[in-house]
């Protein structure tokens, strides 16, 4: 079994395409946790082991073996999609979920949340927009400190 210790690199920087790509399928609770062990599509196992506070991304390339590159796909989750209309209500709409203590993404045009009751309660009253999709939870973390991000 292949013990991983630290990322290689992201499919987004890696400029060879004649490799194969091998990808484990992993939800965000999964990409968050530093120790695992899981199987690739083609029954690659791994044993993960990343430093303290490390995360997994979609995209990440967990090992070069032959010409196959093992890459971390972001698993579709029930999500809310929250597109707040003003910058007021993206300021609401981001102090209610940092208030719930609430994991959220952010992309270009909006924040990604789970599906929770208490949220869709909470964004209704307060008139933000918001739909529900299964979709990979993935875009930009930022945590308490600030952005998480890892360089490869």
């Known amino acids: 079994m292949d013990v991983i210790t630290e990322i290689v690199g992201n499919i987004n920087q890696f400029g060879d395409n004649t490799f194969q790509k091998d990808p484990v399928l992993l939800t965000s609770d999964q990409r968050t946790s530093p ?34 590159l093992v890459i971390v796909n972001a698993a579709p989750e029930n999500l809310f999609i929250v597109q707040p209309n003003s ?18 993404r952010f ?16 964004l209704s009253k307060l008139d933000i927009s918001y739909s529900q999709k299964k979709i990979p939870f993935s875009g930009r973390r930022v945590g308490a400190w600030g952005v998480h991000s890892h360089e490869h």
Do not use: C, Y
């Open 87 to 104: 910058s007021i209500d993206w300021a609401i709409a981001g102090f209610q979920l940092g208030n719930l203590h609430r994991p959220v």
């Open 107 to 122: 992309t270009d045009d909006a924040m990604l949340t789970p599906v929770d009751p208490m949220v869709a309660d909470i």
């Open 35 to 68: 120790h695992m062990i899981i199987s690739s599509e083609e029954g690659r196992n791994l044993r993960i082991s990343l430093p303290r506070g490390e995360e997994l991304d979609d995209g990440d390339i967990l090992l070069i073996d032959a010409k196959v």
